[in-house]
């Protein structure tokens, strides 16, 4: 079965950084299109990036320039490294395994979603 488990969330100060992990199980990260989405109350989920098989990113322009995806092969896992966090980042972050080998940040092409992790910014 497939499982991913998110880990690295937590409070963090304005202007700080974290990293994100997410382990995969039940298939091979390298051979999938993987993301990770975001979602604050009350506000709907948000595509903040994605990586193709060749390792090329897309990212909302909201964390552009400040985030950072990216695959550990020797683990089996997907990261996010952010930095320069600002208190809109404050969600609970998911990792995904895209469907199909496209890279949109919609959401409607995942087959299967983490459980998620908290991030919290305070300014």
């Known amino acids: 079965q497939v499982h991913l488990v998110e880990s690295g969330g937590g409070p963090v100060q304005a202007g700080g950084s974290l990293r994100l992990s997410c382990a995969a199980a039940?298939?091979?990260?390298?051979?999938?299109?993987m993301g990770w989405f975001r979602q604050s109350p009350g506000k709907e989920r948000e595509g903040v990036a994605c990586i193709r098989l060749s390792g090329a990113a897309s990212y909302a322009d909201s964390v552009k320039g400040r985030f950072t995806i990216s695959r550990d092969n020797a683990k089996n896992s997907l990261t996010l490294q952010m930095n320069n966090l600002e208190p809109d980042d404050t969600a609970v972050y998911y990792c995904?395994?895209?469907?199909?080998?496209?890279?949109?940040?919609?959401?409607?092409?995942?087959?299967?979603w983490g459980q998620g992790t908290q991030v919290t910014v305070s300014s």
């Open positions: 039940g298939f091979t990260v390298s051979s999938a299109y």
């Open positions: 995904a395994r895209y469907a199909v080998y496209t890279c949109t940040l919609d959401g409607r092409n995942i087959n299967n």
